[in-house]
């Protein structure tokens, strides 16, 4: 066993934090930083200083944007405005930006209603998400949230909310996503087709 200088081994045990990095990665990782040139590692230090200030989160959709911005998505003229498309959280907008075809708008929800764990839904953002379909000129919402137990039952929840609107469509991904599944699992193609047949509910 080797023994390494204590800031070596510091930032090894830190780099395992990181998912897929076990001690062999952590090892080859940190063993390659120490190559840096100065400059390079004032930079990251830098940055991780700054990492939690420098963001947050969009006001309209929730996603990750600059700090006190909206998110490139919602400021885009090029998006079509009148479509929101409701996820989970962040990770499943991007699943569904990366497969490059849908052209509306996201909301993030931030969770999923589940009476086991104490969430009925008090913690999610579905206000917000009602206040966007009153005061765009929101004519779809198609709900993204996978095939799971609680995704179900979040569907139907805001579903359920939504039908006051008149003139909503209210639809979600059709055939394609495995009941269970979770959609950040779902490949692009898969989710062309969910979106592209989508079924209204
Ligand atoms: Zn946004």
């Not at 600059?66 to 929101?84: G, M, V, Y």
């Not at 709900?143 to 805001?158: C, F, K, N």
């Amino acid at each position: 066993m080797i023994n390494y200088p204590d800031s070596v081994e510091k930032l090894m045990k830190i780099l395992k934090n990181l998912p897929g990095v076990g001690k062999r990665g952590a090892e080859r990782y940190a063993l390659s930083m120490l190559k840096w040139d100065e400059d390079k590692l004032i930079e990251l230090g830098e940055l991780l200083q700054n990492l939690n200030s420098e963001i947050g989160y969009c006001p309209e959709c929730g996603a990750l944007s600059n700090a006190n911005e909206r998110c490139a998505i919602c400021s885009s003229t090029a998006r079509d405005k009148t479509i929101l498309c409701v996820v989970e959280d962040f990770s499943q907008l991007c699943t569904i930006e990366n497969s490059d075809v849908y052209r509306g708008l996201y909301h993030i929800l931030g969770g999923k209603i589940s009476p086991l764990d104490d969430e009925f839904g008090e913690n999610l953002r579905i206000a917000e998400l009602l206040e966007r379909v009153k005061n765009y000129e929101v004519r779809e919402v198609i709900i993204a949230l996978g095939a799971d137990v609680e995704a179900r039952a979040s569907a139907i929840y805001i579903a359920d909310l939504l039908k006051d609107f008149p003139n909503l469509k209210i639809t979600q991904l059709s055939q394609g996503i495995p009941a269970g599944a979770n959609l950040i699992y779902a490949d692009g193609a898969t989710i062309n087709l969910a979106l592209k047949n989508r079924i209204e509910v």
